[in-house]
């Protein structure tokens, strides 16, 4: 019914019967196809049915074979074994080396569930429907791990399967779907004081990867969500998450971590300033009144209204940005550049950053700046020899008023 009122409203009657009848050729062609496959394929499907039926045979038998080990007690009685006795067992050292250990069989069975552990976690968390329930099995086996005294003969297969499961989490680093407790979790199993052989350089690679995907969400939610709310926005009903991220945000590594990435940003923003401010020196580019023009050649004007919601904030943000005298697309990128940067620099002295390092940073930007600001002060008196152009020298002239009074503020902001 939802198929069919459309066709009233866009067709006519006449449209519609033809599309009726195209319609029902189509059946009969798709019909007749259908019989021909039929046909061709007939004893194949036969032989498929017998498959079917042999297999839904097996199936019963399997199914009564199994219903006999649940219920048989005559046959399979648990309470009729031997009573296993808590004694400790011969074990073949995984080293090889063909010499016998001496080893308790619950301290076999730790090792054994660990190792199973890890196997699960690296072969399954991807698309198992309860990748919880895997993460938390692991976390558990470590624990379980940590409270037994694991022989030197065993420590080859510990410093295999810790090797697999750090290749496993630096090579799915973008593609795992953990969330951030988890995260912090394997963080932490990971860089915790232990008797675990963990490699080096994959520690390394594991953590320089997640500080990067972390800082790539919104930073200052990870920082502020734990101090101001006690029910995390990832974990409101565990009071324990909102504990542990929290020392892990707290902690120096993590604040060391994130001034080097913020520092990083910063250098990124003070290039660009560069190349965009070279930009000014070209003749008359500050005279550019390019921004209120739309170069789009794509759009119909004709077909835009003024009162369009997207158009309206077009113009809004147009006239806001004129009115601080970025008329170009230079000097608007120079103030898309140079503002987020400040912001950043106060970031970062929220972070802990040494004064040092963010005086140095605040003079760079500050240095840019009075370059610009030079540029601007060296345009102030356009040449008015050509009577035609007063006007636009007139606008040129009070835009770069406004834009210099903006780079002294922005300048006046960072001495402060």
Not at 11 to 38: C, R, V
Not at 170 to 182: A, G
């Amino acid at each position: 019914m939802d198929e069919v009122i459309p066709l009233f409203r866009e067709f006519h009657i006449a449209q519609i019967k033809d599309y009726q009848l195209e319609l029902h050729n189509d059946l009969i062609k798709t019909n007749e196809a259908f019989q021909k496959n039929l046909l061709n394929n007939y004893k194949r499907i036969l032989s498929l049915t017998d498959s079917v039926n042999d297999l839904s045979l097996n199936l019963k038998s399997v199914d009564q074979d199994f219903k006999s080990l649940c219920f048989d007690d005559e046959k399979f009685q648990l309470n009729k074994l031997p009573t296993l006795l808590h004694q400790s067992t011969t074990h073949i050292s995984p080293t090889c080396s063909g010499v016998s250990v001496s080893l308790p069989s619950q301290n076999i069975l730790v090792i054994s569930n660990w190792t199973i552990s890890i196997d699960n976690f690296c072969n399954r968390i991807a698309t198992s429907t309860t990748p919880s329930r895997i993460f938390d099995e692991m976390l558990l086996r470590f624990h379980e791990l940590s409270l037994i005294s694991v022989p030197h003969n065993f420590e080859t297969l510990i410093k295999k399967r810790c090797f697999q499961l750090q290749k496993f989490l630096v090579e799915s680093m973008t593609t795992l779907n953990l969330t951030l407790l988890q995260w912090v979790k394997l963080y932490n199993l990971l860089n915790a004081e232990s008797s675990l052989r963990w490699d080096g350089d994959l520690l390394s690679e594991f953590n320089e990867s997640l500080f990067e995907t972390l800082f790539n969400e919104n930073v200052q939610a990870l920082l502020g969500s734990n101090i101001n709310n006690k029910k995390h926005q990832y974990y409101p009903n565990e009071q324990d998450s909102d504990t542990i991220i929290l020392d892990f945000v707290s902690s120096s590594t993590f604040k060391d971590h994130l001034i080097r990435r913020t520092v990083k940003e910063i250098n990124t923003h003070l290039d660009t300033l560069t190349i965009l401010i070279t930009k000014l020196k070209k003749p008359d580019t500050l005279h550019q009144l390019d921004v209120f023009f739309d170069n789009d050649e794509n759009v119909d004007h004709n077909t835009v209204s003024p009162l369009d919601e997207d158009t309206l904030k077009k113009y809004i943000d147009t006239a806001l940005y004129c009115s601080k005298g970025l008329s170009n697309d230079t000097t608007l990128q120079i103030y898309q550049t140079v503002q987020p940067t400040i912001e950043i620099l106060q970031n970062l002295e929220m972070y802990g950053c040494p004064q040092e390092l963010l005086t140095d940073l605040k003079e760079k930007l500050v240095t840019q700046l009075q370059d610009f600001k030079t540029e601007i002060e060296t345009c102030l008196s356009p040449s008015l020899e050509n009577s035609m152009n007063i006007v636009e020298n007139f606008m040129a002239s009070y835009n770069n008023h406004n834009l210099l009074q903006l780079v002294i503020d922005q300048i006046t902001q960072l001495r402060q």
